[in-house]
Structures are given as C-alpha cells and as structure tokens.
C-alpha cells in the first residue's frame, strides 16, 4: 500500500498493512533539526502518510505581534500560531458594521494547490481550518463569549454565522481543489472536561458542525476529522452521531485512556493520535517513546481504524530525537 491507500484503509475502520503516520502540524525548528534541507511538507511527504496545510498567510506570521485579517490582535509565544490578545467586536453595533474576510481571497489555498499537484493519490492531503468555534470567540474574547452565551444568546449565534459561512465556503474550495481530509480544529475542552456544557454545544456549535460534516460526507473520497485538545468524553458520541470519520488527538494527560477509547467508539469512528507531546515527547527519552508506541499500538490498531499521532502537534519543546523514535517505532510496531 501507498501512504493513501493506508490511510484510507485506516479511516474506513479497516486494517491497512501497517499503522499509518500523521500530524496535522510540525514545527520547522524541530523538523530542520532531524533533516535540515526539509520543509516541513516536505518532511511530512517522506516520514509521515499525510501531507497537510493550512489556509493562514504566512506573512502575518513572521512578526511577533500583528493584527489579522479578521481584526483579531495577536502575539507569538514560541509556537507557529498567535494567540489573540486584544478582540474587534465590542457591541452589537460592531457586528453589524462587521465585514469578514474573503475566504477565496488569491493565493488563500496556494499551498493545498501545489500539494494536491504534487503527492495527490500517494500521500493523504489534509487541510487544516477552524470551521465555527475559535474565531467566533476571537472576535469577542473567549471569557466575553461564554458570558454572551447567557446574556445576548443571539449575537452568539450571529457571532457564529459569521465564522462558520467563512470556513463552509473555504471547506468548499479545499474539497474542490482535491483535499482529501477536512481537518477540523476548535477546541473545545480543558483536561477534566468541556469548555460549555453539552447542552450549550449541542444549540449553539453542533447545528454547524454538521453541515461542515455533511458538506464532506456528500463528496467520495473525503472524509472529516475533528481534533479538539483536552477532555472530550462528552463529545466523541455527538460527532460520531453527526457523521465524523475520525477523532483527534485523544490527549492521554487529559484522561482519555486509548484502551477504553478503542473498547467503546473503535468500531465506528477512526481514532487519530495518544502519544504524549507535553511530557513524553518533550522531556522524555526515545527508549520511553518507543515503549508507549508499542504499548499504544497493541490497544489502539487491533483490525484497523487507528492512526498513530502525538496528543497535540509537534511543538517546540518536542525533541528531534523523541519524534523520530515515535515515527520508527510506528513503522517497526505497527505491521499487521
């Protein structure tokens, strides 16, 4: 099997020849130091069995502190996305003035372009957006947000049409263009448990969620994965129910144990991820990384619908040599 063909096999809940290979984000100071003459797609298309981009311009990335094309202030903090600081929306009167950005704005999805050009039915191509959540926070601020979702529950949902038309209509184009995988991010828990209740999301977030879902589910050949850091027990059931193909990253630190993870949802979503990036990954050792692999492995891929990922990204804190022996481990382990 090719890395396509292995991940297909894998997101159809079936058994591929071996355990597939990925990561929906790679820091380049970490990759350049395992292979310095890589980028970081580049390094993705000769390690890993998914091959990812996202749509945010990399301009705005270079400088410590900017403000972004949603109006949105931001800081770096070490890793390769800003953390929204100061918010546009202040009253309701801002909404209605608002103006969003132009999601098929030029050279947006250059990069899924060039990438569906190159490894299109060889590597699996993943593209990357937030789709509801995080930028309809990012608009007000996430503490604003849960306030608006008691006091003004109707500028919430306004707040929310705003983000969700952008990503539906980036989605779109990214499926057009030869996406393979919708990579869904928002997070939307903390380690012990979700950031609003069940049945806050199941008003205000998962009517959205699902046309994203069915947008993909009506094209063959594309499938959608929802990633959301932290706790997320409460939610693995809905988005199953909603139609989702996979689940990510299965934090461990944040209980989510893969043994009982496989025993309970194994046979009806793909289980994406496990390997520990905030301490195993980071201040471990690749004896212990090889060990966990092996050990996830034995739990997570008995008859397929599992890929192997760290429980977040590879940050800059991972190191080379701990991220490396979980990509040979995966390849040694994960034979079937």
């Known amino acids: ?36 003459k890589l980028t970081v797609q580049e390094f993705m298309a000769k390690h890993l069995d998914v091959v ?18 949603w109006g949105i202030k931001r800081k770096f903090l070490g890793q390769d996305y800003g953390i929204p600081y100061e918010h546009p929306i202040k009253s309701e009167q801002d909404l209605e003035n608002y103006s969003p950005p132009d999601p098929l704005e030029d050279e947006r999805l250059t990069n899924l372009e060039e990438l569906v050009d190159r490894y299109k039915g060889e590597k699996a191509i993943a593209f990357l957006l937030e789709t509801v959540f995080t930028y309809a926070w990012g608009l007000v601020g996430m503490e604003e947000f849960f306030k608006l ?30 996406a393979d995988i919708i990579f869904c991010g928002d997070d939307l ?21 699902r046309q994203i879902i069915d947008l993909t589910n009506d094209r063959d050949g594309v ?8 706790n997320i027990w409460n939610l693995i059931r809905p988005f199953i129910d909603m139609g989702a193909d996979g689940i990510n990253p ?49 739990k997570a891929s008995p008859g397929g619908g599992y890929i192997l990922a760290s429980s977040n990204e590879i940050h800059s804190a991972v190191k080379p040599e701990n991220f490396t022996a979980m990509i040979e481990a995966t390849k040694e382990f994960g034979q079937y």
């Open 250 to 298: 299965l934090e461990p630190t944040a209980n989510m144990d893969i043994e009982r993870v496989k025993h309970e949802f194994g046979d009806e979503v793909c289980l994406i991820g496990n390997i520990d990036c905030s301490d195993l990954l980071s201040r471990g050792t690749p004896k212990e990384v090889r060990k966990v692999v092996q050990e996830t492995i034995e």
């Open 1 to 36: 099997m090719n890395s396509y063909e292995r991940v297909i096999k894998a997101l159809e809940l079936e058994q591929p020849d071996r355990v597939p290979l990925l990561e929906w984000s790679l820091n380049p100071e970490v990759t350049s130091q395992i292979e310095k």
């Open 189 to 209: 828990a903390y380690k012990k448990g979700l950031m609003l209740s069940l049945d806050d999301f199941n008003e205000f977030l998962a009517p959205y969620y």
């Open 52 to 69: 990812s981009t996202y749509w945010v311009d990399e301009e705005q990335r270079s400088s410590d502190s900017f403000t972004d094309e």
């Open 223 to 230: 499938y959608f994965v929802k990633h959301s850091d932290g």
């Open 149 to 178: 979702i008691i006091k003004k529950p109707t500028f919430v949902k306004k707040l929310l049409e705003v983000s969700f038309k952008y990503f539906y209509k980036l989605a779109q184009e990214a499926i057009d263009i030869g």
